[in-house]
């Protein structure tokens, strides 16, 4: 006599994290204990945000940003993964992306210590003579870092699709065999639903103002996240800045793209290099992409799309 599976019931859980939401869709069998499940998924995310968050004084991260120069500190394991990362995407984007843009976001009315004022139009940041991949010393054996330069470190551009693949653990750890995470626009999935077919993500239309789907994109085991000029900027004056900066240079980014989506096997490769593709413009982005073997979708301000997952 064979014994069937268990069916699968399609279950939901969110909860607040990082000035947002984060939200699961999953199937599961009832042997899986469910309270367990969403606390371990909160207790992942809140994690990240106690060690990465600007908006948090005594996160490790500001504790870092704190520090004197040429003082070890030490760090929580998952912050030093970000941290790798993000040093390692800094080098292949060329600058592109870059986490010591702290003071520049800042300067212009974004973050924790925005400092901008409605009228009157900031400068340029000038870079500082080191690098951020020079002035960041890591020692992942010990667990420490240590600056060489002042620097204000802002990972807004890649801890969110680390919380997610955060959670991804979780499931993975509960045996979850088909889920759907994420955070904002940041999402990955696992398995396919329960008739079989992919989980289903909107890919937005970059407008301001507007929730607008203009397409969509199936995901099956992959992460897919999106970065743009379209959700979050200040008017100042006649003009429009949006949040993300341009590290070359020291200013807000102005380029022909409106948005980049990214796919990857990871969330957090997926966020951090919607970010760099998106500062480097709607030539260089792509080129990059297609030297990396990576899926994206470019969006061009007057509409136009380029590439394809």
């Not at 367990?36 to 207790?43: C, H, M, Q, R």
């Given at each position: 006599?064979?014994i069937e599976p268990p069916a699968l019931e399609r279950r939901t859980l969110n909860g607040p994290t990082m000035g947002t939401r984060y939200s699961a869709v999953f199937?599961?069998?009832?042997?899986?204990?469910?309270?367990?499940?969403?606390?371990?998924?909160?207790?992942?995310?809140?994690?990240?945000?106690?060690q990465m968050s600007t908006w948090k004084p005594d996160s490790d991260l500001n504790r870092l940003n704190r520090a004197a120069t040429d003082i070890w500190v030490p760090?929580?394991?998952?912050?030093?993964?970000?941290?790798?990362?993000?040093?390692?995407?800094?080098?292949?984007?060329?600058?592109?992306?870059?986490?010591?843009?702290?003071?520049?976001?800042?300067?212009?009315?974004?973050?924790?210590?925005?400092?901008?004022?409605?009228?009157?139009?900031?400068?340029?940041?000038?870079?500082?003579?080191?690098?951020?991949?020079?002035?960041?010393?890591?020692?992942?054996?010990?667990?420490?870092?240590?600056?060489?330069?002042?620097?204000?470190?802002?990972?807004?551009?890649?801890?969110?699709?680390?919380?997610?693949?955060?959670?991804?653990?979780?499931?993975?750890?509960?045996?979850?065999?088909?889920?759907?995470?994420?955070?904002?626009?940041?999402?990955?999935?696992?398995?396919?639903?329960?008739?079989?077919?992919?989980?289903?993500?909107?890919?937005?239309r970059p407008v301001r103002g507007a929730r607008e789907a203009m397409g969509v994109i199936e995901l099956e085991d992959r992460a897919v996240a999106t970065s743009g000029?379209?959700?979050?900027?200040?008017?100042?004056?006649?003009?429009?800045?949006?949040?993300?900066?341009?590290?070359?240079?020291?200013?807000?980014?102005?380029?022909?793209?409106?948005?980049?989506?990214?796919?990857?096997?990871?969330?957090?490769?997926?966020?951090?290099?919607?970010?760099?593709?998106?500062?480097?413009?709607?030539?260089?982005?792509?080129?990059?992409?297609?030297?990396?073997?990576?899926?994206?979708?470019?969006?061009?301000?007057?509409?136009?799309?380029?590439?394809?997952?």
């Amino acid at each position: 006599m064979s014994i069937e599976p268990p069916a699968l019931e399609r279950r939901t859980l969110n909860g607040p994290t990082m000035g947002t939401r984060y939200s699961a869709v999953f199937f599961v069998s009832n042997d899986v204990d469910q309270e367990k499940l969403a606390a371990a998924l909160f207790e992942a995310v809140d994690r990240v945000d106690h060690q990465m968050s600007t908006w948090k004084p005594d996160s490790d991260l500001n504790r870092l940003n704190r520090a004197a120069t040429d003082i070890w500190v030490p760090i929580p394991a998952e912050l030093m993964s970000v941290l790798q990362a993000s040093l390692r995407i800094g080098r292949q984007s060329q600058g592109a992306f870059d986490i010591g843009i702290g003071d520049l976001v800042c300067a212009w009315g974004f973050g924790a210590r925005a400092a901008a004022s409605d009228s009157v139009l900031p400068g340029p940041v000038v870079p500082q003579r080191m690098t951020t991949t020079e002035a960041l010393e890591l020692d992942p054996s010990l667990r420490r870092a240590r600056k060489h330069a002042p620097l204000a470190l802002d990972l807004s551009g890649i801890a969110k699709g680390y919380a997610v693949d955060e959670m991804a653990r979780v499931m993975r750890r509960f045996a979850v065999p088909a889920w759907l995470v994420g955070i904002d626009g940041e999402m990955r999935a696992a398995g396919v639903k329960r008739d079989g077919t992919p989980w289903v993500v909107a890919h937005e239309r970059p407008v301001r103002g507007a929730r607008e789907a203009m397409g969509v994109i199936e995901l099956e085991d992959r992460a897919v996240a999106t970065s743009g000029n379209y959700r979050r900027f200040r008017d100042i004056g006649t003009r429009t800045i949006s949040h993300t900066m341009d590290p070359r240079i020291g200013l807000p980014l102005e380029n022909g793209l409106a948005s980049v989506t990214v796919l990857a096997a990871t969330c957090m490769e997926a966020d951090a290099w919607a970010s760099a593709y998106l500062v480097m413009g709607e030539v260089a982005g792509p080129w990059l992409a297609q030297v990396m073997d990576m899926d994206a979708i470019f969006v061009l301000a007057n509409g136009t799309v380029l590439g394809r997952p």
